[in-house]
Each structure stands twice: as structure tokens, then as C-alpha cells.
């Protein structure tokens, strides 16, 4: 059983993260295609985006491992047959609780330790390709627009790299226009993000409610391109991006990088930690539902339902417990909830799935007495 459950829990896990990567792959290959790259830079990105992406799929494709086949078993007899030769619901279920734990095992190990990893250096090539994005759109002879409200203009680029009458438009802010223009300028590689030093030119301020209209020269003057590719300035550190363990013991450092609160970082961890236990939870569910059928030349189409409407209310009491974690961070043993509800649904309808066997037993030994 265990080793069905296990080829099996392979091939639909398979299927899924094909499913979702095809859908993801096609945008993020458009958009690369958009910005110059090549097919190395796209196969390196996904692999990236893989670890999150099986996380995901890993508790799905477990839980229906344990329904198909357990429905198969019921359809060939074979669990009726074990059951009458004395095995309990319980026992019956220890190659699926291993099954579970081994997914769980899995998971875990995608969301406490490989995904953050992946997300990390996710985020350091980003940059790198933001970066030559940005390069790549400083073309001369044409107005440019990389972002709403900002146009960009070179008359010419020398061999040398040196950019010559610049022009620069910022009109995000509503409040009031401002213009670069410089006779020459340099595009310079810093470690956060490229800027470009303009030398002698020109900053026009227009302000739409008096319409004055101030200037100031300078002789060199750095202007970063960060708002050419996000528009924000440089990102914070996200907390997915972050080690478990930092995660657990986040000091000030680690704070200020990713602007979140000890507790919010805390949470972060113990969500990651929450994941493994459902993971190893659905599988015990979908077995344990589908035993309360017995055998029935119908099928067991109605604890399929049941089996897929319980794993439906303990994903809302996951989504329930993680907005009452970002409400309050302190409240982060509330992600626990889901995956320990899940083991109680699983082993009280193993229970109730015990109860009709002692019966039978009961019913067996009062005729024996009898006779």
C-alpha cells in the first residue's frame, strides 16, 4: 500500500507542477522576451520559482494519492478482506500516517529551508536583469518611456559609453513637473542600483499651483535609476526571502532590512513550519473518509465528497488562523490549528470506523455462546 501510495503521490504531484508551471512559464518567458534575455537566464528563473511552486502542490497531490488509492482497494475488496481477518482501522492506516509523514517530511524541508534559498537568490537576479533592463533602454535617438510618468532622451551614445544631451521627465508627482537635462552624462554600476552622473546641466521644477517655474544648475549631479524598472527605490528584504532560523531569532538588523516587527518574523517562520504538519494531515483525511464507506458496488462517490469538503474546511481554518496572524503576530500558535484539527478529524473517523468491526465481533460472540 505504502509503495502505491508513493508512485502514485509522484505521478500526480508531476502533473500539478506541470499544470502550474506551464501557466506561470508563459508570462515570465513573455516578459523576459520583452526585456532582451535569453533562454539560460528563463531556465535559471524557473528553476528558481520551482520550490514554491511544488510546496504548493505537494499536500494536493498527497491527498489525492490516499483517495485514489484507497478507492481502489475498497473497489478490488481488498480492504474488506484485511478487515475481516482482524485488522483495525488503525493498523490499516499506519502505511498512510508513514506516507504522510514522508510528504510532511518533504514539505517541510521546500518551505523551512529550499524556498527561502531559492527565494533569495530569486531576488538577487532580478535585480541583476532590472539593472541591464534599464541599460538596455537608454537608446539614443528616441523618447523613451520605461515608467509612467517618466520620458527619457539621448541624442547620441559615443563608442565610449558617454551619453550626450540628456533629457529627463518626471512627472509622477501630480503636484509638479520635473526636468533633467544635462550636455553629457555616465552610466555607473553602483551595488544598489545604476545611476547616471550627469555633467553640466540643468533640474527645471514646474509647480502647478503658483506656475512658477524654478531652476538650478549643477556641474555633476547623480540621478538613480532605480525608479526606471520599480519605481519605489530600492526594495526592502522580504521575509520570504529570509533563513527559518534568522526567521525565529530576528534581531534589529534584520528587522530594520525587512521593516517587519520580531512577531511578524516569528509568524513568518512558524506559517513555514505549519505547512509540513497539513501536508502530512491530508492524506490521513482522504484514508480515514473514504474507510467509513466500507464496500459498496455504487463506489464511495459520497466520502470523496465528504473527504474533499473536510480538506476544503481545514484550508479555511489555515486561511482563517493566517489573518488572525497578521492582525495580531502574537497570535502565531493559531497556525498550528488547521494541521492539529486535521489529525483529530482523522483519527475520530478512524474511530468511527472501528465501532461497526466491534459490533460484528460482539454479534459473533453472542452466537457462539448461544450455540
Known amino acids: 500500500m505504502l509503495s502505491q501510495l508513493m508512485m502514485l503521490f509522484g505521478f500526480f504531484a508531476l502533473v500539478l507542477v506541470l499544470v502550474y508551471w506551464v501557466n506561470s512559464a508563459v508570462q515570465l518567458f513573455d516578459q523576459l522576451v520583452a526585456d532582451g534575455q535569453n533562454l539560460s537566464v528563463f531556465l535559471e528563473l524557473t528553476m528558481l520559482g520551482l520550490p514554491s511552486l511544488i510546496r504548493l502542490v505537494l499536500p494536493i497531490a498527497g491527498f489525492i494519492a490516499a483517495l485514489y488509492v484507497t478507492n481502489r482497494l475498497s473497489a478490488d475488496s481488498e480492504l474488506t478482506v484485511m478487515r475481516a481477518t482482524g485488522f483495525s482501522p488503525f493498523r490499516l492506516a499506519r502505511p498512510v500516517l508513514v506516507f504522510g509523514l514522508a510528504a510532511g517530511l518533504l514539505t517541510g524541508a521546500l518551505t523551512v529551508v529550499i524556498n527561502p534559498m531559492a527565494q533569495a537568490r530569486l531576488a538577487e537576479r532580478q535585480a541583476d536583469i532590472a539593472r541591464s533592463a534599464t541599460a538596455r533602454l537608454l537608446q539614443e535617438g528616441q523618447f523613451l518611456s520605461p515608467v509612467s510618468g517618466i520620458t527619457v532622451y539621448i541624442r547620441d551614445i559615443t563608442p565610449e559609453g558617454e551619453l550626450r544631451d540628456l533629457l529627463i521627465s518626471d512627472n509622477r508627482d ?31 521644477v514646474l509647480r502647478h499651483e503658483t506656475a512658477l517655474l524654478s531652476t538650478t544648475r549643477f556641474e555633476e549631479f547623480a540621478y ?45 517562520a ?5 505547512a509540513a504538519l497539513l501536508a502530512a494531515a491530508a492524506p490521513l483525511i482522504g484514508f480515514a473518509t473514504l474507510l467509513l ?31 488572525a496572524m497578521r492582525g495580531d503576530p502574537a497570535r502565531w500558535p493559531m497556525i498550528y490549528l488547521p494541521g492539529t484539527v486535521a489529525f483529530v478529524i482523522a483519527a475520530v473517523e478512524l474511530g468511527l470506523a472501528a465501532r461497526p468491526a466491534r459490533r460484528g465481533i ?10
Open 174 to 204: 501630480p503636484e509638479e513637473n520635473v526636468t533633467y537635462t544635462a550636455s553629457s552624462a555616465y552610466l555607473v554600476e553602483t551595488a544598489q542600483a545604476p545611476q547616471l552622473v550627469m555633467i553640466s546641466g540643468l533640474v527645471q
Open 224 to 268: 538613480d535609476l532605480a525608479p526606471l524598472t520599480r519605481g519605489d527605490g530600492q526594495e526592502r528584504i522580504r521575509a520570504r526571502q529570509v533563513a527559518t532560523r534568522d526567521l525565529l531569532f530576528p534581531t534589529p538588523e534584520l528587522m530594520e532590512a525587512t521593516e517587519d516587527s520580531a512577531a511578524e518574523l516569528v509568524g513568518e
Open 293 to 323: 464507506g466500507g464496500f459498496s458496488r455504487f463506489g464511495l462517490w459520497r466520502q470523496i465528497l465528504l473527504a474533499i469538503g473536510l480538506i476544503i474546511v481545514v484550508h479555511s481554518l489555515e486561511s482563517v488562523a493566517a489573518s
Open 270 to 274: 512558524h506559517e513555514r513550519i505549519a
Open 362 to 371: 460482539g454479534r459473533r460472540r453472542r452466537a457462539e455462546r448461544l450455540a
